[in-house]
């Protein structure tokens, strides 16, 4: 199928491989909608009617439709219209061959042919065109590392291999960057970094790897949760590219996976290794490996951790803060927590409602009455009132500890604030009714007329807590007015 592809004339240097295709339109709707990696309103008319054609005309008549449509190519058009050409490759390659009778198409255009082929699993026709391409000496890296994708995305990962065996009889060199792109196309598919390093073991013999041959390595350990094979991997990086900050991705990889493997001993071993070479890694890693730890609970390594990362001159966001705090709140560690909270400030992170919610909640949950009901007044001089949900709990808390002001303090809150009207009513019945417990009735009559002039919902249930205090106390007629007004309300 030589003959299929029109030989260019000299070419010019290639550009770079174009951008990988895992989804391509239907060239039925390309003029109606683009791919989302095109500008459509960039796109050439003359692209969209050539493209409309290839997706309207049998692969047989494309050629005279085409020559009949009285449109010259031009080489920016070629790359155009063979994007969007993945769903008909061969009315593709029709195009691309009465393209190449009027005009020179670029290396680009000729890496874009292979790539269609290659993605529609037309292997024989795929090689013709590398023939071709040979023939014009237009084969460069990039024509090969589209090669290694489309088989690896197919599963076939030893014709990859293959490929990259058979590149210097196509004149390619085998170096470092034809190593990696096969090394990447191969990590990319799910549990196959073991496949990737069995090959690099054969070809580092011929080809010496580099930063970023080990980084595409580490990164497969990292996707398959292997720490083991990662502390190898890493092991011969060092060995043979030495240590160089500006492999972070490397060391990025290489400590999330054993994080996610469960050994924080070794990761902080390796951390202080780093450090003392300058090649501490970045926020990134920080960041990923710190909710590995909250996910897991591990509350006190994610602590170590974050001694680490703020000694280094990093510096944590309100988010990060929150996770931690939320963590070593849910570990009862609240020391900790209250020293973040109160660190924040100085590294330019500032709490936010959910910072002082998580800390409120979890010592209302804890039954930590007395810390909670100063740290309310806290969040109230701060403005930052707790959630409706937490203030219900807090009701309940401070009456079960004796302390009704506290309890009227968070009813305040949340009258206050933006909570949920259902929850709203159910933390003014817990208010009524612990109030009712304590004998004061004054306040429950104050309160209970205040919520329902506010358009508070008592429930008829909290009433009927309330009847016998009342009746025992003599205030039958007090009980009798309110009584109706809850009625009244619920009939409304």
């Given at each position: ?311 280094s001159g990093l510096v944590p966001n309100t988010v990060m803060y ?55 007044t806290e969040m109230r001089k701060n403005e930052f009132p707790p ?106």
């Amino acid at each position: 199928m030589a003959s299929t592809f029109q030989n260019p004339r000299d070419p010019s240097n290639p550009p770079p491989y174009p951008p990988d295709h895992h989804h391509h339109p239907s060239l039925a709707t390309a003029a109606a909608a683009f791919p989302s990696h095109l500008d459509s309103a960039n796109l050439q008319p003359r692209a969209m009617f050539i493209c409309d054609i290839l997706s309207r005309t049998t692969a047989a008549d494309v050629e005279s439709t085409l020559a009949r449509s009285g449109i010259i190519p031009t080489p920016d058009l070629v790359e155009e219209v063979l994007k969007l050409s993945y769903s008909h490759p061969a009315s593709a390659v029709k195009f691309f061959r009465w393209s190449g009778l009027r005009c020179k198409p670029t290396p680009y255009a000729w890496n874009l042919m292979v790539d269609v082929l290659g993605k529609n699993s037309l292997y024989e026709p795929m090689w013709d065109a590398v023939r071709s391409m040979k023939s014009e000496g237009v084969l460069s890296v990039s024509t090969f590392a589209s090669i290694f994708r489309s088989y690896c995305s197919a599963g076939r990962l030893k014709e990859a291999s293959m490929s990259f065996d058979v590149m210097d009889r196509y004149g390619v060199s085998q170096d470092a960057v034809a190593l990696n792109s096969l090394l990447s196309a191969i990590c990319r598919e799910e549990g196959q970094a073991v496949f990737a390093a069995d090959l690099f073991d054969k070809a580092k013999a011929k080809v010496a790897p580099d930063a970023d041959t080990f980084a595409i390595l580490l990164e497969g350990w990292e996707k398959e949760g292997n720490p083991t094979k990662a502390k190898s991997t890493f092991g011969e990086m060092v060995v043979r590219v030495g240590w160089d900050p500006r492999n972070m991705s490397a060391y990025d990889a290489f400590l999330t996976t054993l994080v996610r493997g469960g050994q924080p001993d070794d990761t902080f071993k390796f951390l202080r290794v780093m450090k003392g070479k300058g090649c501490l890694p970045g926020m990134k890693f920080f960041r990923n490996a710190l909710d590995i730890l909250i996910h897991q609970g591990d509350s006190k390594n994610a602590l170590e951790l974050w001694k680490i990362m703020v000694g280094s001159g990093l510096v944590p966001n309100t988010v990060m803060y929150n996770g931690m705090i939320a963590l070593l709140c849910d570990s009862r560690n609240f020391d900790s927590a209250f020293q973040l909270l109160d660190d924040m400030p100085f590294y330019g992170a500032f709490p936010n409602s959910t910072t002082y919610n998580t800390i409120f909640e979890c010592l209302v949950k804890n039954k930590k009455t007395r810390e909670a009901a100063k740290f309310l007044t806290e969040m109230r001089k701060n403005e930052f009132p707790p959630s409706a949900e937490n203030c219900v709990a807090a009701v309940r808390l401070f009456f079960n500890g004796y302390d009704p002001e506290a309890a009227m303090e968070a009813w305040s809150c949340c009258l206050e604030g933006e909570g949920v009207s259902r929850k709203i009513d159910e933390c003014a019945n817990e208010l009524l009714i612990g109030l009712n417990d304590l004998g004061r009735l004054s306040d429950v009559r104050r309160y209970a007329e205040e919520m329902l002039d506010q358009g508070v919902r008592i429930h008829l249930s909290t009433m009927e807590k309330l009847k016998k205090t009342f009746y025992k106390a003599g205030k039958d007629e007090a009980y009798s007015h309110l009584v109706r007004r809850v009625r009244k309300d619920h009939r409304d």
